[in-house]
């Protein structure tokens, strides 16, 4: 496959360059998919403690409810983006079936 790349430019732009561009790009969408399951449930442990106190403030509760909407959100953007750079990873997978559940 780097042959098919060899004689491009003047050697500077090549298979490698490739693989590092979607390398980068997987661990970034990986890094933001981890961080985004980690912002839902810190919102969702809110949302439900805002339940729990004795007045409920529903404009906080809105807030809350709008902010664990768009992780949600970044959530799923983030899952498709990984499975179209390298699908069906197993830890990936993994990571989302429990964010499911």
């Not at 098919?4 to 979607?22: K, P």
């Not at 399951?37 to 404009?59: C, P, S, T, Y």
Request: aromatic residues 10%; contains cysteine.
């Amino acid at each position: 496959m780097m042959e098919d790349y060899d004689d491009v430019g003047d050697g500077n732009t090549g298979g490698e360059e490739i693989d590092v561009v979607a390398k980068f790009a997987y661990d970034s969408s990986l890094r933001q998919f981890h961080d985004s399951i980690l912002a839902a449930a810190q919102e969702h442990h809110k949302f439900w403690n805002f339940l729990k106190g004795d007045r409920v403030d529903m404009g906080e509760l809105n807030k809350c409810g709008e902010e664990i909407n768009q992780e949600v959100v970044n959530v799923e953007r983030f899952w498709e983006s990984l499975q179209k750079l390298n699908p069906n990873q197993p830890d990936v997978m993994k990571t989302y079936a429990r964010y499911l559940s």
